[in-house]
């Protein structure tokens, strides 16, 4: 199974907490001046994106394998409320969290009837419905997809101009540590304590006379909201939503982040999601048609050989959970 | 001209039948990922890019080779049999001993890799491949002209089906395989060579995914990204019908392809999604799937 060795009974935060989330917000609020904002932006989005997924499957074991239906529909969500109701964009993006809790509810809901393996069948299943119903929808914008267009005064909470790329890049900064420390609060809680219970055990849990399904459905809808945030943030940066952001590669791409970063750990999304979506960027111009070949390759080293991840090696070396 | 419920019979009968010859392959897939789950624990998502190299494999011979349908249709599955020997025994067999999660991540990475070298190399878009000569025409029913390689798919996986079932149902090797899916252990213990029953189990099963693949090659293209999302809905049929049963992953593949030719001509905006509605409504009214024990 994979690196859980978080003590149960932790009181308060450790220190050495403290000393890799100041060392990562160190990094990342340097970073722009190294690296092109939007790029990093991007990045983040996809950090975030990562770390709910791993919500799921390192603090309840479950496996989601349709994570792309909510960064999609919250994605064309917040697309939507841009482009035709010219909502200003923190609008856009809390309308696309309703909308891809709401999904969360819907797919949860069904796919927690089911265990296991099939857990992971269903929700990809459904992922791949949202995308059908994103090909055919009118408002998606089929094939095209949506965007914001240019008169669009991309204006956030009155005073942000998301056109500078600084300004763009601190307002992804902000939304992904607020998600950052929002899921860090949830496995850190009394109920991410039951969480955990719930993937180590859970006939017992069951037998101890907690609600399994409610709290696994409640994660569930916590990780697909935190998803939407993720991707409804991604619009304002990418300038649109597409049929990318719904189809499953992107589902298997968020479950490669987790792997390679660490699943189970709190910062190893972030570490995948850095790796991955800058090898493919380094990638994208060098060896293009490859990239998939590459990811897949990823995947298989990761699984036969790599399983704790860039973040649970570093654990383990420093006998510490990250 | 008559008509039946509105619609013209041709069109009917014809997305009927193309419903069918997708049942017969969602049945061969799910039927495959099926024993390969009863065996190994591993649910394999390369199965879908497995029939696409069965079908590419299919095209080289021909190209390449000068072989045609007839002999692909043996060669095809035992070439991808042999890939997936190398698969289980290089890879997968390392992952038994953990969480289930692990051998799915592994086979969609090779799922990846596969459609990825396919497509690198071929294209996207996809290759005609001929119907064989004995099969090219139609006979006209009355009601409709029946494709004669489509009929010939119908009846052919059809017969492949029953095989299989009657191979692990009613043989001593089924047995062995069924005991050996109850308790690996004890059948070990009885001098029974497990582990490469596992391998070949896996060869069985991918095998099966290619002989679709060579079946489908003449009616759909060949392209790269012909398996990827089939295998999708072959899960989605392998949640509705339950892994546990032979006979039912047949009936559930065979009976969902069908109301998916239904769909298309009754309500086409839907004909994509109709599985995954079933899929839904099995859920909430018997969550272990129709034929599927409650573990």
């Known amino acids: ?322 | 001209m008559f008509e039946l419920l509105g619609v013209p019979p041709q069109a009917l009968f014809g997305q009927l039948l193309l419903g069918l010859i997708n049942g017969a392959f969602y049945a061969m897939l799910s039927l495959g990922l099926a024993v390969i789950f009863g065996m190994l624990n591993v649910v394999n998502f390369a199965h879908g890019a497995l029939y696409m190299s069965g079908a590419f494999a299919a095209w080289l011979l021909l190209e390449k080779l000068g072989l045609g349908y007839w002999p692909a249709l043996v060669l095809s599955p035992l070439a991808v049999a042999a890939l997936g020997i190398v698969i289980e025994r290089t890879m997968l067999r390392w992952l038994y001993q953990l969480d289930h999660l692990y051998g799915l991540l592994l086979t969609f990475g090779l799922a990846l890799v596969i459609q990825g070298l396919f497509r690198n190399e071929y294209g996207s878009s996809g290759q005609p491949y001929q119907i064989p000569e004995m099969l090219q025409g139609t006979r006209n029913l009355g009601f409709m002209f029946l494709p004669n390689y489509r009929a010939w798919v119908v009846v052919a996986s059809l017969a492949v089906c029953i095989g299989t079932w009657f191979l692990i149902e009613r043989t001593k090797l089924g047995a062995y395989l069924r005991a050996a899916t109850e308790n690996p252990a004890l059948v070990q213990a009885f001098g029974i060579n497990v582990p490469r029953m596992l391998t070949l189990t896996y060869a069985g099963g991918v095998a099966l995914a290619a002989l679709a693949g060579v079946m489908a090659a003449p009616i759909y293209n060949v392209s790269p990204q012909m398996g990827g999302d089939l295998i999708i809905i072959v899960f989605a049929v392998v949640v509705i019908g339950g892994m546990g049963s032979i006979l039912g992953s047949i009936v559930t593949g065979f009976g969902l392809g069908v109301i998916e030719g239904l769909t298309k001509v009754f309500f086409p905006e839907a004909s994509n999604t109709v599985i995954f509605v079933i899929m839904a409504i099995v859920l909430l009214i018997k969550p272990a799937g129709l034929f599927g024990r409650t573990a």
């Open chain 1, 1 to 322: 199974m994979m690196a859980h060795s978080q003590a149960l009974t932790s009181t308060g935060t450790p220190w050495h907490h403290y000393v890799a989330f100041a060392a990562m917000a160190a990094l990342l609020a340097a970073a722009p001046f190294q690296v092109y904002p939007v790029f990093l932006a991007k990045l983040l989005c996809f950090a975030l994106f990562a770390c709910a997924f791993n919500l799921l499957i390192g603090f309840v074991g479950l496996l989601s394998f349709g994570h792309a239906a909510f960064w999609g529909a919250a994605a064309y969500a917040s697309a939507h409320a841009a482009a035709k109701w010219g909502l200003p964009p923190e609008l856009c993006i809390v309308f696309a969290v309703l909308v891809s809790a709401a999904l969360g509810a819907v797919i949860g809901g069904l796919a927690i009837r089911r265990q296991g393996i099939y857990f992971a069948m269903i929700t990809l299943a459904f992922a791949q419905m949202v995308f059908f119903f994103a090909l055919q929808a009118k408002f998606t914008g089929g094939e095209d997809g949506l965007q914001i267009p240019t008169a669009y005064p991309r204006m956030a909470l009155g005073v942000l101009n998301l056109r500078d790329n600084f300004t763009l890049y601190w307002f992804v900064f902000g939304i992904f540590l607020l998600g950052f420390l929002v899921i860090y609060r949830i496995v850190h809680s009394p109920f991410g304590q039951v969480l955990k219970a719930i993937r180590e055990n859970e006939p017992r849990a069951i037998s101890l006379g907690y609600h399994v399904d409610r709290h696994k459905l409640v994660a569930f809808m916590l990780s697909a909201a935190l998803a939407g945030l993720a991707g409804g943030t991604k619009v304002f940066v990418a300038g649109s939503a597409s049929l990318t952001d719904v189809n499953w590669p992107m589902s298997g791409e968020v479950v490669l982040m987790a792997l390679l970063g660490g699943m189970g750990t709190i910062f190893g999304p972030v570490a995948g999601a850095v790796v991955l979506v800058s090898i493919e960027d380094f990638l994208a111009e060098r060896a293009g048609a490859w990239v998939t070949v590459i990811q897949g390759g990823i995947f298989v080293l990761c699984v036969l050989a790599f399983r704790r991840g860039i973040v649970g090696e570093i654990a383990r070396l420093i006998k510490k959970p990250l």
